[in-house]
């Protein structure tokens, strides 16, 4: 056949392309992204400008790969700046990621999180819902405790003002990541949005605290922190993958604080692990709360979790005192609160 006359004009390659073939060029021929390739690779997925044949790529080699520090640097930069998020730092105390789920045990941080509330302490939690089945998510166990969650930045704003305490779900201040998430049944992996989230201190909060469930990726937020030039945060294997400290186990809190790394070990709080409970029934939280069930594992979790944010907050010096401080305010809660519905 002869194509002299009728040559097809080969199609321009997609700028996408580039950065599929940064990171699946073969063992020897791929490498990590910059943190300038990553930024730029994230606005345009957020931008609508990639084919989905192009993100279902992009995203499960870097899974396979898993991300370096500049990568997710990048990647929350492209995300605040597509998101439009705040840099209202007056607003919030301490930013709170939430979104692992839990399978285990009850999510005992949300009361960690209403407990530093209750005295003062700001706290923004935000997370996602319902990408993993079997998992209960914050958002879904707030109405046990009487609580309405926020559906957007003004009403989470106002209820900052009058709680102290306000939980928002990323599709609504960046519904295109939640969208990515999403992707998680039909890919059978979690994605780097996964992580990222983790990082996106939508209100530019000075103090950031992060729970991850697979140890590698202390480290890798830790840096990512601290390329974002985050003033205070922390990062914790917590229980599930929330932050929440399993006081069972010792924890290592891995943080950064004005662009210096530090590690920090919190002892286990029992001598022997609890056996998990047969089932999940959040109506359990306002009980633990009221002080009209009590359960050890729980508190101690309930202190624990909270401790951790006290000395990531410097309202303690050390780990006895952070841990004393919880514990007096656990004492002095108001029992009143949180009756449920």
């Known amino acids: 056949m002869n194509f002299t006359h009728h040559e097809q004009t080969p199609h321009p390659e997609h700028p996408f392309a580039e950065y599929i073939r940064i990171l699946g060029k073969g063992k020897k021929g791929s490498r990590p992204l910059t943190q300038d390739e990553a930024y730029q690779a994230m606005k345009m997925i957020l ?3 990639v084919l989905p044949i192009q993100l ?30 705040t840099s209202d730092r007056a607003l919030v105390d301490l930013d709170w990621s939430s979104y692992a789920g839990k399978r285990r045990h009850l999510p005992w941080f949300l009361l960690s999180a209403l407990l530093l509330a209750e005295n003062g302490i700001s706290v923004f939690m935000h997370g996602a819902g319902g990408h993993s089945a079997g998992r209960l998510y914050t958002q879904e166990v707030l109405k046990y405790l009487g609580l309405e969650y926020s559906s957007s930045i003004e009403q989470t704003k ?7 305490f306000s939980y928002l779900s990323l599709e609504h201040f960046c ?38 469930f697979h140890p590698g990726y202390r480290p890798v937020h830790q840096q990512a922190a601290a390329l974002l030039q ?7 294997k917590g229980e599930g993958g929330e932050t929440e400290r399993n006081p069972d186990m010792e924890c290592l809190v891995q943080s950064v604080h004005n662009g210096e790394l530090f590690d920090e070990n919190w002892p286990a709080l029992f001598a022997r692990r609890h ?22 594992f729980a508190e101690s979790s309930i202190i624990g979790t909270a401790a951790i944010a006290l000395k990531l907050l410097g309202k303690a010096n050390t780990q006895q005192q952070a841990h004393q401080l919880a514990t007096d305010y656990w004492l002095s809660r108001d029992k009143e609160k949180f009756a449920g519905s």
């Open 158 to 164: 106002q209820q900052l003002e009058q709680q102290h």
């Open 230 to 236: 985050q003033p205070h945060a922390a990062v914790l």
């Open 275 to 296: 056996v998990k409970p047969e089932e999940l029934d959040p109506r359990q939280l306002p009980l633990i709360w009221q002080g009209s069930a009590e359960d050890e």
């Open 175 to 212: 519904p295109k990541l939640h969208d990515i998430i999403e992707l998680r049944p039909l890919l059978g992996l979690r994605s780097p949005v996964h992580t990222l989230v983790r990082l996106l201190n939508p209100f530019n909060a000075e103090y950031s605290i992060q729970g991850i």
């Open 56 to 85: 279902g790529a992009f995203l499960m080699l870097m899974r396979v790969k898993e991300e370096t520090p500049e990568e997710l640097a990048g990647f929350v930069l492209a995300a605040r700046e597509s998101c439009n998020l």
């Open 47 to 49: 931008a609508d400008e």
